[in-house]
């Protein structure tokens, strides 16, 4: 019985009927899942994933642990670099006192340089906030001690680390 999808001018081949096998091309028995000859197919195996190096997941634990360390740091306002501010403070101490300006023709004003700056009790980041301050905000200098600078504003009086002030002559 001719295959009623073959037009006239076209033969069948063993590629274009359902009963060939696509492997070696010998006719299928009726109803067979799989040629007889060949067997039945054969899947690949799946890949083995590959996971990450034990050298990758170590950086990327020393990258987590970094920030979180950072940000615990920050919202605890913890005192890291107290150690540090030690050094800072014996350097700066070190440091020769400025000479005296010979005219007074010019005066210094010292004003807070970041968006907002906290006034503290004491000079130390532990101490409690007195006030915060916004930027350009006009301060009189009572003292330096280390790397804190004691000022005053209006009638509050407090201590400000020192990198938060700039200096203006008018």
Not at 7 to 28: F, G, M, W
Not at 32 to 43: M, Q, S, T
Request: hydrophobic share 40%.
């Amino acid at each position: 019985m001719p295959d009623p999808h073959i037009t006239r001018n076209q033969k069948a081949t063993p590629l274009e009927s359902d009963n060939y096998c696509i492997v070696c091309k010998h006719q299928l028995p009726p109803k067979a899942l799989f040629c007889p000859n060949c067997g039945p197919p054969v899947l690949k195996e799946p890949k083995e994933e590959k996971g990450m190096s034990l050298g990758m997941a170590f950086v990327l634990i020393v990258i987590m642990l970094v920030v979180f360390s950072g940000l615990v740091i920050y919202k605890y306002d913890l005192p890291v670099l107290e150690p540090v501010n030690k050094v800072l403070e014996t350097k700066s101490s070190e440091r020769p006192a400025p000479e005296p300006a010979l005219e007074d023709d010019y005066k210094v004003f010292h004003r807070v340089n970041v968006n907002r700056a906290n006034v503290r009790e004491r000079g130390s980041v532990k101490s409690k906030i007195v006030i915060v301050l916004e930027k350009d905000t006009r301060v009189k200098v009572l003292e330096e001690k280390g790397n804190w600078t004691k000022i005053k504003v209006g009638e509050t009086t407090g201590w400000i680390y020192s990198t938060l002030l700039v200096a203006k002559i008018e």
